[in-house]
């Protein structure tokens, strides 16, 4: 599903639970924030159509984290159009292997403990959960700067979800892209509302918890998860309804 200007001149692109985002910038130009899972190829490019673009106006993908479930057409991108992509240089190894990841909790009890999540959990699987393609080449970017790709988005380090997540914050648009520092629906227990993902995906849920901080200072009125719907009631708010959902 194809939802156009999401925030000012950002459109998401909601696919088996996952969403990743087109980010006008300069022109024609566009940067993809995450890559969803390879069932998304088709969505992205009738989103480019939709949009009036061609893939050779995508100048960048940004990574917020390295899961299976962000880089699913990274790589095809990065090898068919020359895309670069760019995450943090604690999420290479992941992007590049992105079932190898730490986590808390045993995957295998979440669909007993919380049936809702079969669904989910299966149509993530038909959109290709199982056969993600690792991104063999990545540039770094750095905590603090301002990303020179479309939109200029600013890198805020929200480390916990995954060792080197960031979460990206457009503070002329007053938007923070969360990734998954914060989502607004739990693909693992079925729940909605502001939180932190379970521990079957989650590295370090104390610290995830910790990083919460960062969301709430960029006071971004707009947040916009990589599972769940927009946010619109404010930063500060989302993170102390996330810090109630995991008491």
Same mark, same amino acid.
């Given at each position: 599903? $194809?939802?156009?200007?999401?925030?000012?001149?950002?459109?998401r692109?909601?696919?088996? #639970?996952?969403?990743? #985002?087109?980010?006008?910038?300069?022109?024609?130009?566009?940067?993809?924030?995450?890559? &969803?899972?390879? &069932?998304?190829?088709?969505?992205?490019?009738?989103? $480019?159509?939709?949009l &009036?673009?061609?893939p050779?106006?995508l100048?960048?993908?940004?990574?917020?984290?390295?899961?299976f479930d962000?880089?699913?057409?990274?790589?095809?991108?990065?090898?068919? #159009?020359g895309?670069?992509?760019?995450?943090?240089?604690?999420e290479?190894?992941?992007?590049?292997?992105p079932?190898?990841?730490?986590?808390?909790?045993?995957?295998?009890?979440?669909?007993?403990?919380h049936? @809702? @999540?079969?669904r989910?959990? &299966?149509?993530?699987?038909?959109?290709?959960?199982?056969?993600v393609?690792?991104?063999r080449?990545?540039?770094?970017?750095?905590?603090?700067e301002a990303?020179?790709?479309?939109?200029?988005?600013?890198?805020?380090?929200?480390?916990?979800?995954?060792?080197?997540?960031?979460?990206?914050?457009?503070?002329?648009?007053?938007?923070?892209?969360t990734g998954?520092?914060?989502?607004?629906?739990?693909?693992?227990t079925?729940?909605?509302g502001p939180?932190?993902?379970?521990?079957?995906?989650?590295?370090?849920?104390?610290l995830?918890?910790? @990083?919460?901080d960062?969301?709430?200072?960029?006071?971004?009125?707009?947040?916009?998860?990589?599972?769940?719907?927009?946010?619109?009631?404010?930063?500060?708010?989302?993170?102390?309804?996330a810090?109630?959902?995991?008491?």
């Open positions: 599903m $194809l939802q156009l200007g999401v925030a000012d001149g950002i459109h692109i909601d696919h088996a #639970y996952v969403s990743c #985002y087109l980010v006008e910038g300069e022109g024609r130009s566009l940067t993809l924030v995450d890559a &969803g899972l390879p &069932g998304a190829w088709p969505q992205l490019g009738h989103a $480019l159509r939709r &009036g673009r061609t050779d106006d100048e960048a993908v940004v990574l917020t984290h390295g899961h962000h880089v699913g057409v990274a790589e095809r991108l990065r090898t068919t #159009y895309v670069p992509v760019w995450t943090h240089d604690r290479r190894y992941l992007a590049a292997h079932y190898r990841y730490a986590h808390e909790d045993a995957r295998s009890i979440y669909p007993v403990r049936p @809702s @999540s079969i989910v959990l &299966g149509s993530m699987a038909r959109a290709g959960a199982l056969r393609r690792g991104v080449s990545t540039s770094a970017m750095t905590p603090g990303l020179d790709v479309p939109g200029r988005p600013h890198v805020v380090f929200t480390p916990g979800h995954t060792h080197g997540h960031c979460a990206l914050h457009l503070p002329d648009r007053d938007v923070l892209l998954d520092c914060l989502v607004t629906f739990d693909p693992y079925g729940d909605d939180r932190v993902v379970a521990g079957a995906a989650t590295a370090d849920t104390p995830a918890l910790r @990083s919460l960062a969301v709430a200072a960029t006071r971004a009125r707009v947040l916009l998860p990589g599972h769940g719907d927009p946010w619109r009631d404010g930063a500060e708010a989302a993170v102390d309804a810090r109630r959902a995991a008491r």
